[in-house]
């Protein structure tokens, strides 16, 4: 995982942005932040085990169907099964060591 300080590469609302192996934040003291750099690293996991690529395919998509379920943009990102795992065990600094593969699917 490779911290870096990218004030406008993130999206408005938003403070960290994963894209292995990269955690993108928008403040530098957000560096700091054990609870969203553990967040984070949880994407990482998400990421390495599915390959990077289909990660973002299935992010997407997943998105999309939720936005169509549930109308609402901010709803529909705090369901996606990646968010809602991360969110979840953000909290749980040992999760990252403990995690089983495929973790996100119980989120689904």
């Known amino acids: 995982m490779i911290p870096i300080v990218a004030k406008y590469l993130i ?7 994963t894209i292995y192996p990269f955690v993108f934040v928008n403040k530098k003291g957000l560096l700091n932040n054990k609870v969203l750099i ?7 996991k998400q990421q390495l085990e599915l390959l990077i690529l289909p990660f973002f395919i299935w992010y997407g998509l997943e998105y999309i169907y939720r936005l169509i379920q549930y109308r609402n943009a901010k709803k529909a990102y705090r369901n ?5 795992e991360a969110y979840a065990n953000e909290r749980n600094f040992n999760y990252v060591k403990t995690r089983k593969i495929f973790m996100f699917l119980k989120y689904t």
């Open 11 to 17: 999206p408005k609302g938003f403070s960290g942005l």
């Open 38 to 44: 553990n967040h984070e690293h949880i994407h990482i």
């Open 80 to 84: 996606i099964s990646f968010e809602r």
